[in-house]
């Protein structure tokens, strides 16, 4: 499914926090959302997925305005993993997960085989099956943050929204994290704040300063010396890796 932005305008009281952004995203797209911290990204990525209403501009999913789908409707669509969302802490991992399944049932429906395959491929897909019955607050950062990526998938969503999805997690797992949002055959927007990994795997990248759109495109089109020191404001190299013929950034430190 595709997301459309036109003209998205939100802020605060006086303050202008996501100022006149438009975007396309085109379905089974991963877009990458970056920007320094406070440049707008959890509140663009919160327009995105309905959560939030612009003062100005519209969002549509699919050709239809977001405003025009029904709650359930929508849950049934879209998933969005919080930066260090909260849970209920006397709960198991699985049942976490099978939060995920809610827009699916009807108030009284019964849990199905498919609710149940569904459960299971989420916990293996973030490597947490093992782990299904440990209680929630026993957990580690990293399987908290994996847990609540598999709930988003367990909800078997045609467009997810990730702010932050790495956080707290090892370097093995940041990887097989983005490398299943890449393959998914569904569409993504991830705010990331490793700008290699934006590069390794999102097909395009859109970067906010001060709550606009300064510059998108691939990777390689996005992603130069130039663009990391007037946004980022850092001096660092850019060659293509190696491996895989993407933008690899090194940090010049003195
Ligand atoms: N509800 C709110 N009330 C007041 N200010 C807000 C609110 N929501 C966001 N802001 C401000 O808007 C700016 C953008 O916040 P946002 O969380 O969208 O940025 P971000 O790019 O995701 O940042 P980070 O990289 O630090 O996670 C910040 O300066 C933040 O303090």
Not at 157 to 179: A, G, K, V, Y
Request: net charge positive; hydrophobic share 45%; with cysteine.
């Amino acid at each position: 499914m595709s997301v459309r932005a036109e003209n998205l305008v939100w802020g605060v009281k006086r303050r202008v926090i996501v100022d006149d952004v438009s975007l396309v995203v085109e379905p089974n797209e991963t877009l990458g959302l970056i920007g320094p911290n406070g440049s707008g990204k959890s509140s663009l990525l919160r327009l995105l997925a309905g959560l939030r209403r612009p003062a100005r501009g519209t969002v549509a999913i699919n050709g239809k305005p977001i405003a025009g789908y029904g709650g359930k409707e929508l849950a049934r669509i879209v998933a969005f993993v919080q930066q260090s969302a909260s849970t209920d802490t006397n709960v198991a991992v699985e049942d976490v997960v099978r939060l995920g399944r809610t827009p699916h049932r009807s108030a009284l429906g019964a849990w199905t085989p498919l609710d149940g395959d569904a459960v299971r491929r989420a916990l293996e897909q973030v490597d947490m099956f093992t782990r299904r019955g440990q209680r929630w607050q026993t957990l580690s950062g990293g399987e908290r943050q994996r847990a609540h990526i598999g709930r988003a998938l367990a909800q078997e969503p045609s467009i997810m929204f990730l702010d932050e999805p790495t956080n707290h997690l090892d370097i093995h797992h940041q990887i097989e994290i983005l490398r299943l949002v890449r393959d998914l055959k569904i569409t993504s927007i991830v705010a990331l704040h490793d700008l290699n990994l934006a590069s390794l795997f999102c097909d395009r990248i859109v970067v906010l300063e001060a709550g606009r759109i300064v510059a998108s495109g691939r990777p390689e089109a996005v992603l130069t010396e130039d663009l990391l020191r007037d946004v980022f404001k850092v001096e660092a190299r850019v060659r293509r890796g190696l491996d895989h013929g993407k933008p690899e950034i090194s940090f010049a430190v003195a």
